[in-house]
Nanobody, 122 residues
Framework: QVQLVESGGGLVQAGGSLRLSCAAS????????MGWFRQAPGKEREFVAA????????YYADSVKGRFFISSDNAKSTVYLQMNSLKPEDTAVYYC???????????????WGQGTQVTVSS
């Protein structure tokens, strides 16, 4: 069974940087891509970034384009989220998730990590 463990969160001043890591254990061939999501207090969870394990496609929310960068290390089954020029509105719990391919042709985020807190002070 796949397990995801995030790390790297913390407290940083506005304009600073953090790098989040997500280590995937028990990864299977159905694992297609990895994504980062975040949820701020009182708000719905939102998509941040995603990357295929092949590394040839990355996707970003408009709110983080040009500031956040997602990358993967297949050998380590680890995905990273480099966050630069952080803003107070980036404060949230950040979750990584595995996107799996299903036999019916669909793709779903079906495994989630426990989350890591990122707090950006002004």
């Amino acid at each position: 069974q796949v397990q995801l463990v995030e790390s790297g969160g913390g407290l940083v001043q506005a304009g600073g940087s953090l790098r989040l890591s997500c280590a995937a254990s028990g990864r299977t061939v159905s694992s297609y891509a990895m994504g980062w999501f975040r949820q701020a207090p009182g708000k719905e969870r939102e998509f941040v970034a995603a990357i295929r394990w092949s590394g040839d496609n990355t996707y970003y929310a408009d709110s983080v384009k040009g500031r956040f960068f997602i990358s993967s290390d297949n050998a380590k089954s680890t995905v990273y989220l480099q966050m630069n020029s952080l803003k107070p509105e980036d404060t949230a719990v950040y979750y990584c998730a595995q996107k799996s391919a299903y036999y019916d042709g669909t793709y779903r985020y079906d495994v989630w990590g426990q989350g890591t807190q990122v707090t950006v002070s002004s």
